[in-house]
């Protein structure tokens, strides 16, 4: 049921039909094999360098989302090499990884603080729980924002739409952070996304045309729907032209406001995908 420990990945094998692949570099998981298929967007021009971020997958945001003064977008989780902090092990009808990464010089220089991240990923038949644990190991208290951003691999946008989003409130990226209410029944999207909603349910439904996978999210209180569509997939050097069609980003997140940790505290943030 295990499967090798790779020098630059690690697979998760629970039986053929449900399996896992997840990068050290940046914890970002890039595979779900999900009663047999893949449900989970990674572009076939992402660089994997160890130093860039993967395109698609599951990068974890971390301390900061969107733009920062203090350093790189989306902070330094998804670029940071991560490490095994318990193997992977049987737990009842699930196989279970958790990995790691810690403040080091790298990080105290953008952003001087004691922490430790810790990611559970744990694979179940037809579900797939992924549980973020930030801990405060200093001595000063800090804060910060956090999301996991998955892409969702669809095969055709069109056909999509996300669900549970009627009469809340989002600020609109493409619209210079525009405060609007979204009147919609279901999310569509055909043209450029990037919103961010505050106070999302804690169950979302992403119809991709094919099924409804359903995401549930604890400690995540807000979402953000991503589609970069035709000239931001352009300008996206490890993006294929066309595959805005493919893809849609639903960000379960903790950035409406700025999660304040004092020292010896953590916070758990946890997303389960179910077919
Ligand atoms: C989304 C942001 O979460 O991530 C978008 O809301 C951004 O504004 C997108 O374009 C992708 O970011 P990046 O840094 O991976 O290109």
Redesign the pocket.
């Known amino acids: 049921t295990l499967k090798d420990n790779m020098e630059n990945k690690i697979s998760l094998e629970l039986d053929t039909q449900n399996r896992v692949e997840i990068y050290f570099h940046g914890a970002t998981l890039t595979s779900w094999i999900c009663d047999n298929e893949e449900k989970i967007f990674l572009s076939s021009k992402s660089v994997f360098d160890n130093k860039k971020?993967i395109?698609g997958g599951i990068?974890i945001?971390f301390p900061n989302?969107?733009p920062w003064e203090k350093g790189?977008?989306?902070g330094f989780a998804?670029i940071k090499k991560w490490t095994i902090k318990d193997s992977p092990r049987k737990i009842d009808d699930t196989l279970r990884v958790v990995l790691s990464l810690k403040d080091d010089e790298e990080t105290r220089a953008l952003w001087n603080h004691k922490f430790e991240l810790e990611y559970q990923v744990i694979l179940g038949v037809k579900s797939l729980k992924t549980n973020l644990i930030v801990k405060n190991t200093g001595s000063e208290e800090f804060d910060f924002t956090a999301?996991l951003?998955t892409y969702f691999k669809v095969d055709d946008i069109g056909k999509v739409s996300v669900e549970n989003f009627k009469g809340l409130n989002y600020i609109d990226?493409v619209k210079n952070g525009a405060n609007e209410i979204e009147k919609r029944e279901a999310i569509t999207i055909d043209q450029e996304t990037?919103?961010?909603y505050a106070s999302t349910q804690n169950t979302l439904f992403i119809n991709t045309g094919n099924e409804i996978l359903t995401l549930d999210k604890n400690n995540l209180p807000d979402t953000?729907v991503?589609n970069?569509w035709i000239e931001?997939s352009k300008q996206?050097s490890d993006f294929d032209d066309e595959d805005f069609k493919r893809m849609i980003?639903v960000?379960a997140?903790k950035v409406s406001s700025r999660t304040i940790l004092k020292p010896d505290e953590q916070v758990a943030m946890t997303q389960t995908l179910k077919i």
Do not use: N, S, T
Request: hydrophobic letters at 35%; charged letters at 30%; aromatic letters at 8%.
């Open positions: 971020a395109r990068p945001v989302f969107g790189p977008q989306h998804r999301l951003h990226k990037d919103r961010i953000v991503w970069p931001k996206m980003c960000e997140g």
